[in-house]
C-alpha cells in the first residue's frame, strides 16, 4: 500500500516503514507522532482512491525517530549566487535548509 501526500509544497510517494524529510514545521516539544491530512492519492494493489485534490477521511501517520525537537536534519549547503557583469561585483551567500525527518508508521483511506 502506498499514498502520494501533499506537504510544504511538494508531494511525497510513500509507503509503511518509510523515511522522509519534509519540511519544518510547527510541532509540540513533546509530540510522538504526527498526522499529515493532505493525501492525494492511495493504492493498496487493486483499488487506487483518487481526490479531488484531496481524499476525505484519507490520512498518514508518521512518527518521529526520538523526539520533535531531535528529529530537525539540515539539508545540504546552498549557494545562490548573484553576478552583474562588467562592474566587478558577484555575491555568494550561502545556506542550510532545516527538515523535519519523519517515519510512516500507516496509511488510513
Not at 29 to 34: E, F
Not at 53 to 67: E, N, Q, R, T
Not at 77 to 84: I, S
Given at each position: ?55 476525505d477521511g484519507a490520512k498518514v501517520i508518521a512518527s518521529f525517530k ?9 539539508g545540504p549547503k546552498l549557494y545562490p549566487q548573484t ?27
Amino acid at each position: 500500500m502506498y499514498a502520494v501526500i501533499e506537504q510544504g509544497g511538494k508531494q511525497f510517494k510513500v509507503s509503511e516503514g518509510d523515511v522522509i524529510n519534509i519540511e519544518l514545521t510547527e510541532v509540540a516539544p513533546d509530540a510522538k507522532t504526527i498526522e499529515l491530512n493532505k493525501v492525494l492519492f492511495v493504492s493498496d494493489g487493486q483499488s487506487i482512491k483518487v481526490g479531488t485534490p484531496y481524499l476525505d477521511g484519507a490520512k498518514v501517520i508518521a512518527s518521529f525517530k526520538v523526539s520533535a525537537a531531535d528529529s530537525v536534519v539540515s539539508g545540504p549547503k546552498l549557494y545562490p549566487q548573484t553576478f552583474r557583469r562588467r562592474k566587478n561585483s558577484g555575491k555568494k551567500i550561502g545556506h542550510r535548509q532545516k527538515y523535519l525527518q519523519i517515519t510512516i508508521d500507516s496509511i488510513e483511506a
